[in-house]
């Protein structure tokens, strides 16, 4: 890339803020049509300074500012230039020279340290423009434009599957007169604390239905576990209100009762089948310590 001057790169950062005069943004644009690489130093300098433009938004001036510039404009005149004594020829021989190259320097020099002084306040402008808007981002992102609003940052995290749960120990009882076939299979699961009847050989007389009871030394009468379904298998949830200690060590009895079970929670019969629950799944176990 092409080394460049001061005065060069002041032109570059003046025209990207607009603050040349008609023959310096010709020279510029001239500059830029024949050089790459100064073109790309005033796209620098435009990228820089669009960072001041996102900040604030446009404001459209009012109705009243511009009549009021269209006025100053139409009544303004040009003042006379003053009238300045004339030089003799001898001094016009002698000083002119001089007078062009003082002239020609004060106005190089005027316009270099013009030039600085925008390029110093516009770096500082820039710099302030940045911390104000890492500040608002870290605060209230909301006042930002949309453009440069920081973007939340959605951390995934890895959903891990629940541990499976663990095999519980089943019980199961043969409901059955003494000798003679099982009439009923009483399946009971500990941890769910229900119970699956399946009939296996029993039939209930018409109108009549069977019945479940729970009896247990620790209970002062028998208890209702509802009534045996016409299907072949009944499943109910009847446990829950029983410590595990008597689920396991009652007698599960069945007796006949009306069509619909006992209207009073009381057994109407002696029981007819009768058993108790044996382990026929033992609990998991746990593994132990390594």
Do not use: C
């Not at 020279?97 to 020609?104: E, L």
């Amino acid at each position: 890339m092409m080394a460049y001057s001061d005065d060069h790169i002041a032109l570059a950062a003046e025209y990207a803020l607009g603050t040349l005069d008609a023959d310096e943004r010709a020279q510029v644009e001239t500059m830029m049509s024949v050089d790459k690489d100064f073109t790309a130093m005033v796209q620098a300098w435009q990228h820089k300074l669009g960072a001041l433009n996102q900040m604030v938004g446009s404001v459209e001036p009012r109705p009243e500012v511009w009549d009021k510039i269209r006025t100053a404009v139409g009544h303004s005149e040009p003042q006379a230039p003053m009238a300045l004594p004339e030089p003799s020829p001898l001094a016009s021989v002698v000083e002119a020279p001089a007078a062009v190259t003082d002239n020609a320097n004060v106005i190089r020099l005027t316009a270099r340290a013009r030039r600085w002084r925008t390029i110093a306040t516009v770096t500082s402008a820039i710099a302030a423009a940045l911390v104000a808007m890492i500040g608002v981002g870290l605060s209230v992102p909301d006042m930002l434009p949309d453009s440069i609003r920081p973007r939340p940052r959605t951390q995934v995290v890895e959903a891990k599957a629940p541990p499976a749960p663990k095999p519980s120990a089943q019980y199961v009882a043969v409901l059955q007169k003494e000798g003679d076939a099982p009439a009923f299979i009483l399946t009971v699961d500990e941890a769910a604390k229900n119970f699956t009847v399946r009939k296996v050989g029993a039939s209930a007389e018409p109108g009549k239905s069977f019945e479940l009871w729970l009896i247990s030394d620790k209970l002062p009468r028998p208890r209702s576990l509802g009534v045996i379904g016409d299907g072949d298998f009944t499943t109910r949830p009847a446990l829950a209100s029983y410590d595990a200690d008597t689920v396991k060590s009652a007698t599960y009895a069945v007796t006949v009762e009306q069509a619909g079970g006992s209207p009073d929670g009381d057994p109407h019969s002696a029981p007819v089948f009768t058993g108790k629950l044996i382990e026929a799944v033992p609990p998991a176990a746990t593994p132990s310590a390594q």
